[in-house]
């Protein structure tokens, strides 16, 4: 399996990272997704780990690297499903995952990214009509 | 990774499968699912096996167990993502996957569980009010 797949639920992108992530998994997830939220004009993308015993630095990093580069796309990226153990291992380590919304669970973080994107279209016409 | 995620999404619980099943990983997806099926009295099962190449008479069986299991819990189950090349593999290997619904991807699978789940509510309380 050399592939993480990306489901797109209407303005949003999921994916639930749930294999060990080596260097070129790694890529091809960042290449696809790109790829896909370029071709859908997607506004969110959802990552959840809730499968994730383990964040190192080289996922911690990936992580950000996902989520600077969908912020250049015009879409907000969500972390999901964090278990208690790796946040604590992620502040030990130094990685705040600044820049990086987080949510308990994908219920909440899909409310997160709809409320963003409702503000975001607002900010954007804001001469809207009343009504 | 021992454990394949299920995340909940209102009614619906999604499930990705993305690496390659083994027995004991089957029984613990069997076991998680109708768990939280109880759990949150969820209605719809959505499978997305996109990134699966290959679907053995394995998977096979046990995506028709999971099904006839949700069933009984009363929940439906959708399979979405199939490649083409698994579609041709499954029925020549003699798996129609009956009793199974299938959908392109997960935006129609989820419409499709939507619009079961709304039948079945109309069809438990007929004499609704009208509106």
Same mark, same amino acid.
């Given at each position: 399996? =050399?592939?993480?797949?990306?489901?797109?639920?209407?303005?949003? #992108?999921?994916?639930?990272? /749930?294999? *060990?992530?080596? =260097?070129?998994?790694?890529?091809? #997830? /960042?290449? @696809?997704?790109?790829?896909?939220?370029?071709?859908?004009? $997607?506004?969110?993308?959802? !990552? *959840? !780990?809730?499968? #994730?015993?383990?964040?190192?630095?080289?996922?911690? %990093?990936?992580?950000?690297? !996902?989520?600077?580069? $969908?912020?250049? #796309? @015009?879409?907000?990226?969500?972390?999901?499903?964090?278990?208690?153990?790796?946040?604590?291992?992620?502040?030990?380590?130094?990685? $705040?995952?600044?820049? !990086?919304?987080?949510? +308990?669970?994908?219920?909440?973080?899909?409310? +997160?990214? %709809?409320?963003?994107? /409702?503000?975001?279209?607002?900010?954007?016409?804001? *001469?809207? $009509?009343?009504?």
């Amino acid at each position: 399996m =050399d592939r993480i797949p990306i489901l797109k639920m209407g303005d949003c #992108l999921l994916v639930t990272i /749930q294999v *060990d992530m080596h =260097d070129q998994l790694a890529v091809s #997830l /960042q290449e @696809d997704l790109t790829a896909q939220i370029a071709k859908y004009a $997607s506004r969110g993308v959802l !990552i *959840d !780990i809730s499968t #994730l015993e383990i964040v190192d630095s080289f996922i911690g %990093r990936m992580l950000a690297n !996902i989520a600077a580069m $969908s912020r250049v #796309l @015009d879409a907000q990226t969500v972390l999901t499903g964090m278990q208690p153990a790796v946040a604590i291992t992620l502040v030990e380590l130094g990685m $705040s995952l600044s820049g !990086i919304k987080t949510a +308990l669970n994908v219920e909440r973080g899909m409310e +997160l990214l %709809r409320q963003y994107i /409702q503000e975001e279209n607002e900010y954007r016409e804001p *001469d809207g $009509s009343e009504e």
